[in-house]
T-cell receptor, first 115, second 115 residues
């Protein structure tokens, strides 16, 4: 069975500092991994995905994520946080061997950037 | 380029009433997903369709919930009769199998309040 864990309900960072939002996953095969962001009163928006190749994936708004197979992690990072990055972030996984198109979402991490 | 369109954006109704939520997926997308988001349970997949056919409805909480997709451009999620515990934000998302591992595109949701 597939699962995703986001161990932190909330992450607080000062503007200008680097940020990391953690994600670990469990799948029976190789994973496809995604990060989404949700702003207030909006739907989830796609940020980036890992399919294959380079373990460091770059996405929208200056975000990047590093795939680490040995640690089964896919942490989201940004070198310098902005107040506008404050939002709810979701990690998601799909088993590469699965014929289904559904993906499993983590519980979400609320990122708060203080000025 | 229109995204996923959901209506209504907000719905307030009394317990026992029938509620119908509507979704128009992105044109050309052959997968459609219905999710429910609450503080307590996070984001839950209720049901998804492929080419208008329900594939997995294991997330539908009770027989009070039903979903249909009469054509490629329209889907409904119906709750009858509604209960206060159904209060949540309901999201519709769509994706295309023609683009491998394309992320799901979400609508902005319907905020449902059952009094």
């Amino acid at each position: 069975a597939q699962s995703v864990a986001q161990p932190e309900d909330q992450v607080n960072v000062a503007e200008g500092n680097p940020l990391t939002v953690k994600c670990t996953y469990s799948v029976s095969g190789n994973p496809y991994l995604f990060w989404y962001v949700q702003y207030p009163n909006r739907g989830l928006q796609f940020l980036l995905k890992y399919i294959t190749g380079d373990n460091l994936v770059k996405g929208s708004y200056g975000f990047e994520a590093e795939f680490n197979k040995s640690q089964t992690s896919f942490h989201l990072k940004k070198p310098s946080a902005l107040v506008s990055d404050s939002a709810l972030y979701f990690c998601a996984v799909r088993d590469r061997g699965s014929s289904a198109s559904k993906i499993i979402f983590g519980s979400g991490t609320r990122l708060s950037i203080r000025p | 380029d229109a995204g996923v369109i959901q209506s209504p954006r907000h719905e307030v109704t009394e317990m026992g009433q029938e509620v119908t939520l509507r979704c128009k997926p992105i044109s050309g997308h052959d997968y459609l997903f219905w999710y429910r988001q609450t503080m307590m349970r996070g984001l839950e997949l209720l049901i998804y369709f492929n080419n208008n056919v329900p594939i997995d409805d294991s997330g539908m909480p009770e027989d009070r919930f039903s979903a249909k997709m009469p054509n490629a451009s329209f889907s409904t999620l119906k709750i009858q009769p509604s209960e206060p515990r159904d209060s949540a934000v309901y999201f519709c998302a769509s994706s295309s199998s023609m683009v491998p591992n394309q992320p799901q595109h979400f609508g902005d949701g319907t905020r449902l309040s059952i009094l």
